[in-house]
C-alpha cells in the first residue's frame, strides 16, 4: 500500500513564501518545459551520449532564457534569483541541459555583453538570445585547468590582425558552436591575457567534440585548437585586460551552478521519496523503516540549506552586493551536498538505482563534472580560505 504524506520537499520549510510571484510562475513554466519536452526524451541522450543542441536552444531561446539576467539585445534583464531558478528547474533534468543555457549566457552572452563593444554586442547578442547562434566558452586548456593564467594560447599582432595560436579542452558546446569566446596571452613584454570573439568558420579553427565520457553525456564536450587563425582588430573583446576577464565570466556562471546543484538532488530525493512509498520489504513499505525516515530526514535537511544559502545569493547579487568568495561558498556547499544526496538516493532505489529509469545515479555522475568544473572543490577552499585569513595558499 502507498504511503500519504501531508509534508513536500518544497513545503518543509515553506521556502516559496521567500520568492515574488512573477519567480514562482517562472519557475513553474520552466518546470513544466522540464518534465514536458526534457525530461521523455534526457535519459536516451545520456545513454547515447548525444544532444540536439541547435533544436533545443531555439525553443530555450523562444522561452527568453538565454543571457535572460542580461538587458538589452533581445535579452530580458531578469533578476539574478529568476536566473537561478531557471538553472535550478534545467538542472532537475540533467546537468548538460543547465550547462548549455550557462555556458551560452554565463559565459559567452555574458562576455561579450560586459567586455565587448557595441559592435560586437549588436553582431552577436540578438542571435544567441534568440538561440539562433551558439556560442562557446575557451579557456581551459589541456594542462592548465585550475591555473587559467598559465596557458599558452597565444595572440600575435600582425599589422591591424590578431593571430592565434593554441587549443582549449573540455570546451561546452565548441563543436556546434557559431562564435568563440578565446583567451589567449599577448606576444609583447607584458604578456596581457586578453579576449577574442572568433567565428568558428574563421580558417584555422577546428573543433572536435570529445566522446567515451562517463558524465555530462547529455552535452556536448568538444576540444577545439587555434592554427594561425586570423582576426581583425575587431574582433577582441575591448574591456577585457588581464585575468579579470574569464574569471568574471566564471564567478557568473558558478552562480547559476549554485541553484543547478539544488536541483540535481531535489529531483533525486523526490524520486526516492516516491520509490520508496510503494517498494514494499518485508510486507511493508520501505519509507517505514527507521533506517530509511533517518536518510530522508537528513536530506531534506541538506537540501533545505542548500535552497536558503542559494536564494541568500540571490538576493545579495539582486542588491549588487555579491563578493565572489561568497559564490564559492554557494558552489563549494551544495554541489558536495547535492552529490552527496544522489549517491544516497540511489542505495535508496536498491539496484534500479543503476538503471537510467531513475534519475539518481545519472545526477551523480554529472554532479561529478560539476563538482570539478568552473573552480574545482579544492580551489573554492582555498578562495575562501584566502578570504578569512588574508594569506594565499594557491602558491
Not at 80 to 92: D, H, I, K, P
Not at 331 to 347: D, F, M, S, W, Y
Request: proline share 3%.
Amino acid at each position: 500500500m502507498a504511503t500519504t504524506a501531508t509534508t513536500t520537499i518544497d513545503s518543509l520549510l515553506d521556502l516559496d513564501s521567500l520568492l515574488r510571484a512573477e519567480d514562482r510562475d517562472l519557475r513553474t513554466m520552466v518546470r513544466d518545459f522540464g518534465e514536458q519536452r526534457l525530461r521523455p526524451h534526457v535519459a536516451e541522450w545520456f545513454e547515447k551520449g548525444s544532444v540536439p543542441v541547435r533544436e533545443l536552444a531555439t525553443e530555450i531561446g523562444k522561452l527568453g532564457l538565454l543571457g535572460m539576467h542580461l538587458t538589452g539585445y533581445g535579452c530580458g534583464g531578469s533578476t539574478a534569483t529568476a536566473y537561478g531558478l531557471v538553472c535550478q528547474e534545467l538542472e532537475a533534468v540533467d546537468s548538460g541541459l543547465r550547462s548549455l543555457v550557462s555556458v551560452q549566457g554565463s559565459l559567452a552572452m555574458f562576455a561579450i555583453h560586459h567586455w565587448g563593444s557595441e559592435e560586437q554586442r549588436q553582431q552577436w547578442l540578438p542571435g544567441m538570445a534568440a538561440g539562433e547562434l551558439i556560442g562557446c566558452f575557451g579557456l581551459t586548456e589541456p594542462d592548465f585547468g585550475s591555473n587559467p593564467g598559465g596557458m599558452r594560447t597565444t595572440a600575435r599582432r600582425d599589422g591591424s590582425d590578431w593571430i592565434l595560436n593554441g587549443s582549449k579542452m573540455w570546451i561546452t558546446n565548441a563543436s556546434v558552436a557559431d562564435v568563440a569566446i578565446v583567451w589567449a596571452r599577448e606576444k609583447d613584454g607584458a604578456g596581457t591575457i586578453a579576449g577574442f570573439a572568433v567565428p568558428t568558420s574563421t580558417p584555422g579553427f577546428s573543433a572536435r567534440e570529445m566522446t567515451h565520457k562517463l558524465s555530462l553525456r547529455a552535452s556536448v564536450t568538444s576540444e577545439f585548437s587555434l592554427d594561425d587563425v586570423r582576426v581583425p582588430a575587431e574582433a577582441k573583446l575591448p574591456g577585457a585586460q588581464g585575468l579579470s576577464g574569464p574569471l568574471a565570466c566564471l564567478s557568473e556562471a558558478r552562480f547559476g551552478i549554485v541553484f543547478g546543484a539544488v536541483g540535481a538532488a531535489r529531483d533525486c530525493l523526490e524520486t526516492a521519496l516516491e520509490y520508496v512509498g510503494t517498494r514494499e520489504v518485508f510486507d511493508k513499505p520501505l519509507a517505514g523503516y527507521q533506517l530509511t525516515q533517518a536518510k530522508i530526514a537528513d536530506m531534506a535537511v541538506e537540501l533545505g540549506k542548500a535552497q536558503l544559502l542559494a536564494l541568500h545569493l540571490g538576493h545579495l547579487k539582486d542588491d549588487g552586493r555579491i563578493r565572489p568568495e561568497q559564490i564559492s561558498v554557494g558552489k563549494l556547499n551544495n554541489v558536495r551536498e547535492a552529490l552527496k544526496i544522489a549517491r544516497q538516493c540511489r542505495t535508496l532505489l536498491g539496484a534500479n538505482g543503476v538503471t537510467l529509469e531513475y534519475p539518481a545515479l545519472r545526477h551523480a555522475n554529472n554532479l561529478e563534472s560539476v563538482l570539478t568544473y568552473e573552480g574545482t572543490s579544492e580551489v573554492h577552499q582555498l578562495v575562501i580560505g584566502e578570504a578569512l585569513t588574508g594569506v594565499s595558499a594557491f602558491r
